[in-house]
Structures are given as C-alpha cells and as structure tokens.
C-alpha cells in the first residue's frame, strides 16, 4: 500500500493551483502532453514535483516523469529483481539507508486524483478506489538519481503511514496524503519533515471495482 494510483490530470490543473501556492511550475521547453493514466503501477514511468533548487523554492518546481521504485544513489549493480520500493515507511523513512538521505534533501510531490487497494480473497479481490474532496491531490515522496549498471536511474517512492479511521476498513496502510497548506514545508528542505509524518485522518471517498484482483 500503495501500489496502484491514478492520475488523469492536465498541465493547467498543475498551473492554476500552484500559481495559487505562488510557487512558479516550470518546464524546460513547452508544457508537456500528460497522457490520463487510470492505473499507474509499479516500475512505471509516472509525474513528480520537485524543486529546481532545494534551496530556494523561489526558483519554482518541476514536474518530471520517474519510475515508480526508488533505487538509492549508492545502487551500483544492476536494478531488474533488486529493489521493490515503491514505498516508504513512515515509521523508519529517517532511518532506513535506502530512504534516509532522501529524506532530508530529496522530498517531491506526487500527484495523483486516485488511489486503489483490494480487499476479499485471493483470486476474487474487489479493488476500490479512493479519492478525497478535492479534484487531485499529492501524495509526500521522495526521489533519488542512481549510476546502475544498467544505466542512469531516476526513481521515486510514495512514503505510507499507518491507515486512518476510514482506511482502516480496507487495509492497515494509506499513502500519506498531504494537505496544500503543508506541501511547501515538504518540498523544502530545510523544514524537518517528521512533523508531517503522523497519520493522516483526511476524509477519503471510496467507489468499488468489482472483478480485478492485483498482480
């Protein structure tokens, strides 16, 4: 958890509401055709936001396509059957070595308009999909740039905390879902981010899938 998200969103949404943020949303030549995903998964390429310049945020953010399954700088030998870290534990992101020195200088926004998580039996699962009250929102992540042998790797995970009241029906994780007014305070670095890390008890709504079951 999680390991499927949707996101369907438009370079004008991105725009509008960080204008809102007065954070500038830049990119290096024209705004980019972003294609709707409905079931972005592991290992796939998927959008992030992260700083142009860690230390000041002035400088605007950037919205670039990461794999989906962090590998930490230090990863040398090659990726295939090695890391499968699509998460990050909220619990133990700050220590972890695979996550820690992401964590204090490489924070990102992941946004996203949906989530799925499955319940019932193997073999006849029913995925749900969860959203909140606003059109999209941002998960908090972190992204990392690894020198593999099998070439240069961007990657990001979405880190996860314990599940609220309301996931709590359906699995025992959530994403961590960051409100608006705290994303600034994620993406900069100087900002001790263990104060965002608690659980998060944010109103979610759910509508079932009924007859997929996850790989």
């Not at 314990?162 to 600034?184: C, E, M, N, S």
């Not at 100087?190 to 979610?204: I, P, Q, T, W």
Request: with cysteine; charged share 25%; aromatic share 12%.
């Amino acid at each position: 958890m999680c390991n499927r998200f949707r996101n369907r969103l438009g370079w004008t949404d991105y725009a509008e509401d960080f204008s809102q943020l007065k954070i500038p949303l830049r990119f290096p030549t024209a705004a980019p055709n972003l294609e709707p995903r409905d079931d972005i998964r592991p290992t796939n390429l998927a959008s992030i936001i992260k700083p142009i310049d860690p230390a000041d945020l002035s400088a605007g953010v950037g919205l670039h396509p990461y794999r989906w399954d962090l590998v930490p700088h230090f990863w040398k030998k090659p990726i295939r059957g090695k890391f499968l870290a699509t998460n990050a534990r909220a619990e133990t992101v700050a220590t972890i070595p695979a996550f820690r020195d992401a964590f204090k200088k490489r924070r990102c926004l992941v946004p996203a308009d949906g989530f799925y998580e499955w319940t019932g039996p193997k073999g006849a699962k029913t995925k749900w999909l969860f959203t909140v009250d606003e059109p999209w929102f941002c998960f908090g992540g972190l992204w990392d740039h690894a020198e593999t042998a099998d070439g240069p790797v961007d990657s990001f995970t979405i880190v996860t905390t314990a599940a609220g009241t309301f996931a709590q029906k359906y699995h025992d994780r959530q994403p961590l879902i960051l409100d608006r007014d705290r994303w600034v305070d994620w993406l900069d670095v100087s900002h001790d981010a263990r104060d965002l890390l608690g659980v998060s008890e944010r109103a979610l709504r759910v509508a079932a899938a009924v007859g997929e079951r996850p790989d």
